[in-house]
């Protein structure tokens, strides 16, 4: 007993400090959230994977506030055309060496400053590719297939569909505020290399092509052929949306030439009084 009572004695004159008069302490470490490049820069080595950008679900992935797609990708649409991408023959098709791709790849997901360190245009270009390709969900799949084969056809020239009605449709009706405004971004993307397609050789099906791997993600239990059957669908309906969204482009091009070429007014200004 008098044990016990010396115990809680001693209890007693135990001072606790408030939190806020700690004095003994170290800052190690300074994190801080870079809202242009969308990163936490100053991890600690066993922190790093929180700047993942490969493989999350889309909606983990930091986005821009104004343009709705992922910074990231806005990242490396600069890095291509400062490297002047577009210029480049078989740019989206030729594969850069992996060890390069590799380490580039690691050194976004870590967090690292990589942008001013991209030289290569078929590294960047490839990370486009595998930004898509590693998404849970294929970007296609949510059209779902039936809607895939449909707007394969138009491409095919097997439907008559207008595809000015038909595509705003289905990109409305199944792709929801994350995934169109990631939609329409890769295929602006696309058709800017398209419209060099003269110097780089990449045509709108060569585009397709080499693209549409990477938007649709195939059944691991469908049948081979199916699969390879599917594929070309995929293929078809990626040429489809592409030459529809080009479209929009040349028309854009044509009206702002027109509506910056005084001498086109001047011209069509003598046409209406000769007649």
Known sequence: EGEQQQQEQEEERVVVEPIDCVSDFRHDTHVVFNVEKSRYEGLPSGW?????????????VPRSSTRKVPTVLLMLEEALKSLDAYSVVGVFRIAPDGDDCAAAKEAIDSGDKWEDDFKD????????????RDLPNGLLNYLEDD?????????????????E?????????????????????????????????????????????????????????SNPMDA???????????N????????????????????????????????????
């Open 121 to 132: 245009v078929h590294v960047v270009a490839t990370l486009v590719k595998q930004f898509f």
């Open 228 to 238: 390879i059957k599917m594929a070309q669908k995929v293929a078809d309906c990626t």
């Open 165 to 221: 009605k038909v595509i705003p449709g289905l990109l409305d009706s199944h792709l929801d505020d994350l995934h169109k405004p990631l939609c329409l971004w890769l295929l602006d993307l696309m058709a800017d290399v398209v419209l060099n397609s003269e110097i780089n050789k990449m045509t709108s099906k060569n585009m397709a092509i080499v693209m549409s791997p990477n938007l649709y993600s195939t059944n691991l239990n």
């Open 48 to 60: 790093t994977h929180v700047n993942k950008q490969f493989g999350v679900d889309l909606e983990k």
């Open 147 to 163: 809607n895939i084969q449909r707007v394969a056809k138009i491409a095919s020239g097997a439907s008559t569909e207008d595809p």
């Open 240 to 275: 489809a949306l592409l030459d529809w969204r080009l479209r929009h482009h040349r028309e854009g091009q044509s009206s702002t030439t027109n509506d910056d070429d005084p001498d086109q007014e001047d011209d069509d200004d003598d046409a209406a009084a000769g007649d």
